[in-house]
Nanobody, 121 residues
Framework: QVQLVESGGGLVQPGGSLRLSCAAS????????MGWYRQAPGKQRELVAG???????NYADSVKGRFTISGDNAKNTVYLQMNNLKPEDTGVYYC???????????????WGKGTQVTVSS
């Protein structure tokens, strides 16, 4: 069993900041990557930012320069610092974990339950 515990969502005014956290635990032999996706009402889920176990990062063009993803390998935790938030950043933010459960085992793709981020005045 694997658990993803997300926290940090909420309501913020435009220009404000929020920090999301996602802690993974359970039957994880190796974490390959973690990331954050978001889904706005009526839209498809999209990648916001990702980070590999080696520290490589990637971002959606819409958040570059405003959002920063970081990770703590020892704690199997990923963070998303969101600055200068805009109304279009509103949505449910989902943590994603790509991991291997056993040596030479398959790669699994696991999702958190999501945390709501609302940017509104």
């Amino acid at each position: 069993q694997v658990q993803l515990v997300e926290s940090g969502g909420g309501l913020v005014q435009p220009g404000g900041s929020l920090r999301l956290s996602c802690a993974a635990s359970g039957s994880i032999f190796r974490t390959n990557a973690m990331g954050w996706y978001r889904q706005a009402p009526g839209k498809q889920r999209e990648l916001v930012a990702g980070i590999t176990s080696g520290g490589s990062t990637n971002y959606a063009d819409s958040v570059k320069g405003r959002f920063t993803i970081s990770g703590d390998n020892a704690k199997n935790t990923v963070y998303l610092q969101m600055n200068n938030l805009k109304p279009e950043d509103t949505g449910v933010y989902y943590c994603n974990l790509k991991f291997v459960a056993v040596v030479h085992g398959p790669l699994y793709n696991y999702w958190g339950k999501g945390t709501q981020v609302t940017v509104s005045s």
